[in-house]
């Protein structure tokens, strides 16, 4: 093969009840981000360019996780993380804990492609940044009210079920995870 | 989480993943997304990116799992994708997109769904959901 795209928009429990149209709609973006990455591979483009692409398609769209309509954290904020890697020389760039880059992934190919160090996090991440022309949000700018209604139920379910740390305190018997605990 | 890898016509073989993390998520927990080796991971064999429950997915450091069993097993792909979501990691927790240095895919999980495409240079493409 002359080349070769796998895509995804995140696993779990994806209710078989949804209704016809939502299915339809996911199977449509889905098609769409293979097409973004399929028009780079099919004229010669790179891997990197392709992924870099498809998930900066998946970033901006507001039904996945990542980029626009990312989830909530505790304190009702949006934290990102993104990663690339390419394997024929073990190069790679990561992100964490950033909150005003639209397109998280591309901060990751900078790193990557610009840094001597592999990780950054948080505000470094932020002012790592700053030397390259790259998109900045506000926090407002990831708002979406499915996932804000979901935090809202968290936060409620939290209550009901009392303080459940999402840290792992030692000494906590047993299987410490907390099935909640799927991102 | 969303992610994609790839192989192109020179051989360049890729993974990226990108997240919102975690509903609810307290005191900076960070996730496998950013792990190197873990949630991401691209050697000369193989491009892996993961989604699912973080901690299970870090604790396997699957993307070099998969890596590893690939080389030194030897295995192909879906031998080593089998391997990590049937024998390492449990029911529930995580699905897995990868691509060989020949161009041979692998989308699985072992949850109930995972919003998934694939297509290559011969024709063969698809979209699911479950």
Known sequence: KDWALVIHGGAGTISKEKPDSVVKAYKSDLDEALSVGEKILKEGGSALDAVESVINYLENNPKFNAGKGAVFTHDGGHELDAAIMLGNNRKAGTITGVKTIKNPISLARLVMENSKHIMFAGEGAEEYANQF???????????????????????????QDGAQSSVIEPGIPGDFFDEKKLG | TVGAVA???????????????????????????????????????????????????????SGHTVSAYMKHKPA??????????????????????AVDKNGNTYLNMNTQGMFRGTSDSEGNRKVAIW
Not at chain 2, 7 to 36: C, L
Not at chain 2, 40 to 54: D, R
Request: charged residues 25%.
């Open chain 2, 76 to 97: 192909t792909v879906q031998e080593a994708g089998n391997y990590l979501l049937q024998d390492v990691l449990n029911e529930g927790e995580a699905g897995m997109i």
């Open chain 1, 133 to 159: 022309d790259l998109e900045r949000v506000n926090q407002e700018y990831f708002y979406t009210e499915s996932r804000h209604k979901a935090w809202k139920r968290a936060i409620e379910e939290e209550k």
């Open chain 2, 7 to 61: 192989v192109d016509k020179d051989g360049q073989i890729v993974a990226g993943t990108s997240t919102g993390g975690m509903t609810n998520k307290k005191f900076g927990r960070v996730g496998d997304v950013p792990i190197v080796g873990a949630g991401t991971y691209a050697s000369n064999e193989v491009a892996v990116s993961m989604t699912g429950w973080g901690e299970k997915i870090m604790q396997a450091v």
